[in-house]
């Protein structure tokens, strides 16, 4: 019997002893995003969710916003060291690093490389943010270390459209050049990761880029899933197979996952849902059937419905935090007996029935029946077409929904989100649409003034002037904003403070460590 | 059993048959006890529910049990209670419908199938094998994918999906039937096919398909829960068992009773219908009878 002890203890000390090394050494980490599969692996063809955080990842900007922040405060040097502008804010000079290497042996990245992807950002034909870039008049090298923009007319944050986001993520040319549409599958950046493989629908693999300019990462690799299923995340995140996933914004899912020894991260930007009302078919071309909307709603409830702690109210049509924000907006407060009253003027004493398009994402989905409930009840009924998520963003776009909810968060100014969803130019269904679901044209003026105006406080004005024409003619019906929500296991440690993200997850940095 | 019953069984009527099936069969005569219970609860839904199934209560939403909420709240603090017993109406309507549809049409192309023979036969019976061919639920979610969810295009998949089992039951005993007499004798007397179809073949088969309908009710019910829990039931907010168990599926880990609730439903209307079709088929199989 002593000599089994003996043998097995022996055998037991032998087996740790070969896989304690492994262990250390092996700094995976394994997080899930909540979404069926990837969008496309392009930073300026793709602004889906399940895209932005592995972006955030594999492309650096010219600036960016520090890790963990989004504020504009807080935008500090990237692959640029420094910049210059000229007094009337229409050239720009930025002074690249020396020394920055793309993924995969692509070399080292130059002026011709920024000029490269700003112009790839800026050409309708390919990238999904074009309109940001419709100021750029010239990208050009100077030599290759500094890059010259030349604008037509100023706009509200240059820094803002060349930093880690969207159109402004560099890509390589060379890369870009050789490999054309097959660039989706195999992006090259300059990140502290680079891609590795996807396998369309279960993961995407990152490995660390060890020329990474900021020094190589402690983490060796990143796996990040696709799993559109909270309870397969939450389950898996519970059995200690993955470090990091997408919370439910919900409080009940916060309060229950930052239970044990996990964290529960709630940050910036809230996304705020929108209920865009279609003005120019009826019934909703009556201004009075759109009161009687904006009275049937019950914001409180909506918040109650998520919870207190992922959810706030918001009246205005720009989203809380965002620069131009206007806090004090004149809103029709929830007033079923008025609506009611409306409705009967507008000539609907019996109610009316309304079809709608909706996606069966239950972070929309949800939030829409609570809605129809609300709208029941002063006899408004929608009869819903539940849709997949990708079909319902197609119907939307063919102007098929009287009502559309939708949830964004856009680059935190103003502008991007009035010119995307207010301006006449994006109105769906036009060569130059965007997400303009409400055809409403009323604050082109404000909008467009506020673009260009030197004087911040000016432009405040015409922001704040715009939203108020927009609500008084309920082009569309703010709600409220969803924080975002992601558990994170106590071994992970991020290396920064997460207050906010505009990739809508916490970026895992090259400082990003993994405990024991 | 006595001698004049197995030498004549067909003298009995057939009362006296469920009589006597009620008596030999307790578990069967259960099961329709629980499927006429059922049936009442859900014809009278708005007699027995304590709440509106609509009526939304976001401050009391997911609670378990409680005396105001029996089966406790839905993610909408709707009573589950309540919604089940609407959900029941939908359900079994949908179940029902698509089985008496697919019933008589399924009847129909069998005899006309087996009594015609010759092309007809093949014809109809290829088309049904084609359907056959495809595992039932693909061919039900087929047909709502692109027809689209609503009550109508259910209905309509689900009859597609059972009857040709129904058209295969019904066309065997008419190939042994037309040879008979008794249809020589229609024949004869010059009726027309139609009537003899009608009139002496297809009461003889009925009881046998009657027997499958009561199974294949069951298995309706079950199509419906699970085009419902796919997402391709009849659009909220209207409750259907199947759209139930769905939507409490996203807190199946904090709040399961959301979806066990409806899951058990289910469970009770597919187990009292296979319990009566157990019942009566052992009733009509001479081969069971002692």
């Known amino acids: 019997m002593n000599v089994i002890k003996t043998t097995m203890a022996a055998a037991l000390m032998a087996t740790s002893a070969l896989s304690l090394p492994t262990i250390a050494q092996a700094q995976d980490l394994t997080m899930a995003i909540a979404a069926k599969s990837a969008g496309q692996l392009d930073p300026h063809v793709s602004t889906k969710t399940q895209d932005k955080i592995v972006f955030a990842m594999i492309f650096n900007g010219l600036v960016r916003f520090a890790p963990g922040s989004m504020s504009s405060d807080a935008i500090e040097p990237d692959l640029a060291e420094s910049w210059t502008s000229s007094e009337d804010g229409l050239v720009w000079e930025f002074k ?26 800026g050409n309708p034909d390919l990238s999904s943010v074009s309109s940001d870039y419709k100021a750029f008049k010239s990208v050009e090298a100077i030599d290759d270390y500094t890059v010259r923009i030349t604008l037509s007319e100023v706009i509200p944050s240059v820094l803002g ?45 990152l490995v660390a880029h060890e020329d990474y300019f900021r020094g190589a990462p402690e983490i060796d690799k990143i796996t990040a899933r696709y799993m559109s299923a909270a309870s ?6 519970q059995t200690g197979e993955l470090h990091m996933i997408a919370g439910s914004r919900e409080d009940r ?182 997400t303009n679901f409400s055809h409403c044209d009323m604050a082109d003026d404000q909008i467009v003034a506020a673009r260009s105006e030197p004087n911040k406080e000016m432009q405040q004005q015409y922001w704040s002037e715009a939203q108020q024409i927009l609500v008084d003619n309920v082009c569309s019906v703010p709600l409220f904003e969803l924080l975002q929500v992601w558990a994170l296991a106590p071994e992970i440690d991020l290396g920064y403070e997460l207050g906010g993200s505009l990739s809508l997850g916490p970026v895992i940095t090259e400082k990003t460590t993994l405990s024991e | 059993m006595t001698t004049v019953d197995t030498i004549n069984p067909e003298k009995r009527s057939t009362g006296e048959q469920l009589l006597r099936l009620a008596r030999k069969n307790k578990l069967s005569t259960f099961g329709l006890i629980m499927f006429l219970v059922i049936v009442l609860a859900a014809i009278f839904a708005p007699l027995i529910a304590p709440h509106d199934p609509l009526e939304q209560n976001i401050l009391a939403r997911l609670q378990d049990r409680s005396p105001e909420y029996i089966l406790g709240t839905d993610t909408f603090g709707r009573d589950t209670f309540s919604r089940i017993l609407y959900g029941l109406r939908i359900s079994l309507l949908i179940g029902l419908t698509s089985t008496v549809l697919a019933m008589i049409l399924g009847c129909a192309l069998g005899i006309i199938a087996g009594y015609r023979g010759g ?3 093949s014809v109809i019976m290829r088309c049904m094998d084609m359907l056959l061919a495809f595992p039932t639920l693909i061919t039900g979610l087929f047909i709502v994918a692109v027809l689209g969810a609503n009550f109508v295009n259910i209905v309509l998949a689900i009859t597609v999906t059972i009857l040709p089992k129904f058209a295969r039951v019904a066309r065997a005993p008419t190939i042994a039937l037309k040879e008979r007499e008794f249809v020589e004798a229609a024949r ?28 294949w009710a069951a298995y309706a ?70």
């Not at chain 1, 986001?165 to 090259?188: C, D, I, R, W």
């Not at chain 1, 071309?285 to 759109?290: E, F, Q, S, T």
């Not at chain 1, 239950?362 to 077409?385: R, T, W, Y």
């Open chain 1, 96 to 121: 690249l690093r020396e020394g920055v290497q793309f993924h995969g042996g692509y070399g080292e990245l130059t002026a011709e490389d920024v000029v490269y992807s700003l112009t790839r950002a």
């Open chain 1, 161 to 205: 459209v060349v930093a880690n986001y969207h159109g402004g993520n560099m890509v390589s040319k060379k890369a870009g050049e050789e490999l054309g549409e097959s660039f989706q599958t195999n992006p090259v950046g300059t990140g502290p990761f680079a891609f590795s493989q996807l396998a369309e629908g279960q993961f995407v693999e």
């Open chain 1, 232 to 237: 397969a995340r939450d389950l898996a995140f």
């Open chain 1, 253 to 434: 899912w916060v309060d229950k996952t930052s239970g044990g020894d996990a964290t529960v991260a709630v940050f910036e930007p809230g996304e705020l849902r929108t209920l865009h009302v279609n003005t120019s078919k009826p019934p909703f071309d009556d201004i009075r059937v759109r009161q009687a909307l904006a009275h049937a709603i019950n914001r409180e409830e909506l918040i109650a419905f998520a919870g207190s702690k992922v959810a706030r109210g918001n009246e205005a049509p720009v989203p809380d935090g965002y620069i131009g924000h206007e806090s004090d907006i004149t809103f029709l407060p929830y007033d079923p007996e008025k609506a009611k009253a409306l409705l009967a003027e507008a000539g609907y004493p019996d109610g009316v029935e309304i079809p709608i398009a909706i996606t069966e994402l239950a972070s929309l989905f949800g939030p829409m029946q609570v809605i129809q409930a609300q709208l029941s009840k002063v006899g408004m009924n929608i009869k819903f077409d539940v849709m997949e998520h990708s079909a319902w963003h197609k119907a939307i776009r063919d102007d098929v929904s009287p009502l559309v909810l939708y949830g964004a968060a856009r680059f935190p100014v103003a502008d991007t989100y009035l010119t995307q969803f207010y301006h006449s130019d994006s109105i769906v269904k036009t060569p130059t649409a965007v």
């Open chain 2, 119 to 121: 092309w007809i036969d």
């Open chain 2, 188 to 215: 004869a007397l010059g009726f027309s096919d139609l009537r003899i179809m009608a009139l002496h073949i297809a009461p003889n088969i009925v009881g046998e398909v009657v027997v499958l309908a009561s199974l």
């Open chain 2, 221 to 290: 019910i079950r199509i419906e829960a699970y085009l419902s829990f796919i997402g391709l039931g009849v659009a909220p907010p209207t409750p259907t068992l199947g759209t139930m168990i769905r939507d409490g599926f996203e807190h199946i880990l904090d709040a399961p009773f959301v979806s066990i609730y409806p899951g058990f439903a289910v469970l009770l209307v597919v187990l009292s219908l296979n319990l009566v079709g157990d019942g009566l088929r052992d009733a009509i199989d001479p081969k069971l009878r002692d």
